[in-house]
């Protein structure tokens, strides 16, 4: 059968649902089309006995308290979502085990945050004030590039915002030591850099910034009824604004017309036809969706060039007594045997973080329950090497067991006798998902060539496909919840604005 609508959006992820969501507040004709039963992507929970488990979220950045949000809890405002957050009032902890390790807690507020670094690291004051005025260059200068829509005056930049560019082209680590804090503080400093999955000393330092001062000022933002929360939350401000949203329905092919647009979409037994389409889906999928000769050379050799981000081993764990009770107080904690990232990245068990919910929200678990999620980031094949079909039951018990026993060795608890249930996904759970190559979470890895420098500055240059705009956790500003959600308000502007030659500011 054939469906006509304004825009068909494709993917109901983050991305997907920001973008129906503004699209249809502004009025338009909109499908979302989901190959699950439900929304979210991995933003969602799933079931095991009386444990509902959040799947992906350890917290987002950006969200900010009621009296004073940030961009993500104005943005779930704004699109008409009741949605609440928790902030939690620390940061993380990071465990270092090995030779001059350390066990630190880091607070959220830039005052509470200072204070923590220099509670373990008092010579850091200087470099602490250093990092507050480039924190706060860096707020301005992507202030002022949002103001000029991304084409920003380049003497302004260099004559107002010199300090920001300079960041913008060095390594975190390169950036951390020139501003002068010891190698201790800066290996706490760089705990988070396993959320971008690129090591210190090759990740760029803007980038980090650009996160870590959503999470200093915003605090780590936790939604009450975990991700899935959020994703219905935005699933029902699409139904409420006349949307139509079609689950078990998978996008087989995209179509396009003689002058190479795109026009509409396939699934197993419809066609469906729109002015404009919004892909959430990865890229590279979207390619091998649209037949020959409609993409052009030059961005399948880009793409083919760029590497996919990493991916995750997750344990998910119910366990049959409260967080209290098991001696768990953290929210958030870092585990390490080595305090430098690129030794994280490139040894076995080199990191991992475990997160437990109920210290955030309490009745996120049945009474006198709790759950814990550890995440251990994949960075290469080596960690799957040698697992096969036959193994691979063997292979994640055995995970499970080395981490949940390294746990307890480090925090001193002892989770093995309480737990009732246990689910363990791999990057094979994440691929099978939602189909991202390798299982990827972190669509295409940024960094080097492709950094998010590299990547802002040629935004409009690539992927130039007529009708078709992406949005999601693969796109120039990296992933993560807060980027996946704003890129598909961007691209649902950007479609508004070409539907009705109005743009946000000028309905206003
Ligand atoms: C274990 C884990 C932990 C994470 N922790 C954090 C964190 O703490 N903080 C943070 O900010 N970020 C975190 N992330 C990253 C964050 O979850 C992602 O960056 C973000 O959710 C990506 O959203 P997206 O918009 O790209 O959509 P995706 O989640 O990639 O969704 C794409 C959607 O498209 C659908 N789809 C795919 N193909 C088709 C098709 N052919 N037809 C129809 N539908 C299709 C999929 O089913 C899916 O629903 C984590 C990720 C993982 C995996």
């Known amino acids: 059968m054939r469906y006509d609508y304004d825009v068909i959006v494709v993917g109901a ?34 079931v095991r006995g009386r444990f509902e488990f959040e799947a992906s979220l350890h917290e987002l950045c950006d969200v900010g308290t009621k009296e004073e949000p940030l961009s993500v809890r104005r943005l779930f405002t704004d699109l008409g979502s009741k949605e609440d957050f928790i902030n939690e009032k620390n940061l993380f902890r990071t465990i270092v ?57 380049k003497l302004v930049m260099l004559l107002k915002y ?36 690129v090591p210190a000393d090759e990740l760029n330092a803007f980038h980090y910034f650009e996160m870590v001062r ?41 179509i396009y017309d003689e002058n190479k647009r795109v026009t509409g979409v396939c699934t197993k037994d419809d066609e469906y036809y729109a002015k404009e389409v919004i892909s959430n889906v990865i890229p590279h999928n979207v390619f091998g969706m649209s037949g020959k000769g409609n993409v052009a050379e030059k961005d399948k050799k880009l793409l083919n060039a760029r590497r996919f981000g990493l991916s995750f081993i997750c344990i998910y764990l119910g366990l049959d007594k409260s967080a209290d009770a098991l001696g768990i107080k953290d929210y958030s904690v870092f585990i390490a045997q080595n305090a430098s990232s690129r030794r994280q990245a490139e040894t076995e068990m080199g990191m991992y973080v475990v997160n437990c919910i109920n210290v955030a929200v309490p009745e996120a678990t049945p009474e006198g329950t709790c759950s814990l999620f550890f995440t251990i980031p994949v960075f290469t094949n080596k960690t799957m090497k040698g697992v096969t079909a036959d193994n691979y039951k063997k292979f994640k018990s ?22 009732e249930e246990i689910s363990v996904a791999t990057p094979v759970t994440f691929a099978n998902y939602f189909g991202a190559p390798n299982g990827t979470a972190y669509g295409y890895e940024l960094s080097g060539w492709d950094g998010v420098m590299a990547r802002i500055l040629s935004t409009g240059n690539e992927l130039n ?44």
């Not at 503080?185 to 760089?190: H, N």
């Not at 961007?490 to 500011?505: F, Q, Y």
């Open 214 to 254: 959503g999470y200093i000022n915003g605090g780590a933002g936790i939604p009450l009824h975990k991700s899935y929360g959020l994703s219905l939350s935005l699933a029902e401000t699409i139904i409420k604004n006349g949307g139509d949203i079609r689950y078990n329905t998978e996008v087989t092919r995209f």
């Open 13 to 46: 992820g983050n991305g997907g649902l920001a973008a129906a969501s503004k699209l249809t507040a502004a009025g338009l004709r909109v499908v979302l089309l989901e190959k699950h039963n439900l929304p979210g992507g991995v933003a969602s929970s799933f």
């Open 465 to 508: 496909i007529k009708g078709l705009t992406f949005c999601g956790g693969h796109g120039a500003k990296g992933d993560g919840y807060g980027v996946s959600y704003v890129t598909g308000i961007e691209a649902a502007e950007a479609v508004i604005s070409r539907l009705t030659g109005k743009n946000d500011e000028e309905k206003q």
């Open 97 to 153: 085990t090995g030779e001059n390790g350390y066990d630190v807690t880091l607070a959220a507020g830039w005052d509470n945050f200072r204070q923590s670094l220099l509670k373990v690291c008092p010579e850091s004051e200087k470099s602490l004030d250093r990092l507050g005025a480039l924190l706060d260059k860096t707020t301005e200068a992507l202030a002022y590039n949002d103001r000029k829509k991304g084409r920003p005056n």
């Open 398 to 419: 055995d995970t499970a067991a080395a981490y949940i026993e390294n746990y307890e060795k480090v925090l001193g608890v002892n989770i093995r006798e309480h737990i």
């Open 162 to 197: 010199g300090k920001f560019l300079i960041s913008a082209s060095h390594s975190l680590d390169d950036v951390l030591r020139s501003l002068g804090f010891s190698y201790r503080a800066r290996m706490i400093l760089e705990t988070y850099w396993s959320y971008l999955g």
